[in-house]
């Protein structure tokens, strides 16, 4: 039987920084896969976790709730199928809800396939002081849905942010456990825990994405395109993303900065520098980023925001800092 774990939270609280982490520290007699799904059209995170040591598949475009979890079902499926994998790990958008997906893992067609371990919610305590976060009730139900909940960016917490951990921690956590970590160090152990009794998680509230229907697989460019935008809008919050072919460079240093100063809550990215390849992710202030050696077969990035952009100034700036 394959092992699954679900691996969930809000925007920007560490998910895919938790999942390399987790893929540094696999079993090397493991075989794993990733399903990860993505709010925009573009699928950053398949860029950031490829060459990781496990199977990977992207649901970009939506979040798994919408379209009746087809999309899920067949990515499921086709991992199960030529996979195998000893341990499935599914990392769900960040506004996505939780219970369709955790119900379909729980139905009878899997039971003989799979065994479902603990649910893990990653909260960075930061956003408790976001009215607009902790109002949004998809932040909540994945935390109510949490086996086990993970504390997220304990390197860089003030006061505050332990005063407000320690009062959600009073009224909500209960007798599920609570784990501190840093730069998504966490101990692989956790995700051998069992899942505990189902919990009431509230059923999602209706909504839409404006965009086209959730595909099987990240947009990719057609023909002699060298790039292509792709935009999103659903739960409140609007994307917007671009990708680039194999032979656009960036300016580094111009590009970070780009990156840095976007007017947008959320900046993911993938890009070919003269310097190599450089993984961009910044949360509010929060800015990281990463050189690595691979060359990936295109360059690309998402922002998301909690209200419309002009992205066209943004897109026009972006276009200047390349080098070709």
Sequence with gaps: MTRVNVITGFLGSGKTTTLLHLLNHKPADENWAILVNEFGEIGIDGALLADRGATLKEIPGGCMCCVNGLPLQVGLNLLLKQAKPDRLIIEPTG?????????????????????????????????????????????????TAADIVIATK???????????????????????????????????????????????????????????????????LEGSARWRRALNEGQGYASCGWIFDGDTVFDT???????????????????????????????????????????????????????????????TTLLKIRLD
Excluded at 119 to 140: C, G, I, K, S, W
Excluded at 172 to 197: K, T, Y
């Design 154 to 220: 304990s390197d860089r917490w003030s006061d505050d942010d332990r005063l407000l951990l320690q009062a959600w921690q009073k009224q909500h956590l209960g007798d599920r456990q609570l784990v501190e970590s840093a730069w998504g160090n966490i101990d692989p152990a956790l995700l051998c825990q069992p899942a505990l009794a189902d919990r009431a998680v509230p059923d999602a509230a209706h909504h839409h994405h404006a965009s086209r229907p959730q595909g099987l697989a990240a947009l990719k």
């Design 95 to 143: 506004l996505g809800h939780p219970k369709q997906l955790i119900n379909m893992l729980r139905a009878a067609v899997y039971q003989p396939w799979i065994q479902l371990d603990a649910t893990l919610t990653l909260l960075d305590p930061h956003q408790l002081a976001d009215a607009r976060v902790t109002a949004n009730e998809n932040f909540r139900d994945q935390l």
């Design 253 to 315: 240093i111009p590009a970070l900065e780009w990156a840095r100063l976007a007017p947008v809550d959320r900046v993911k990215g993938v890009l070919r520098t003269p310097d190599g390849l450089v993984n961009i992710n910044r949360q509010g202030d929060d800015f990281f980023m990463e050189t690595r050696t691979t060359t990936p077969p295109d360059s690309r990035i998402e922002l998301i925001h909690h209200q419309p952009v002009d992205w066209n100034v943004l897109q």
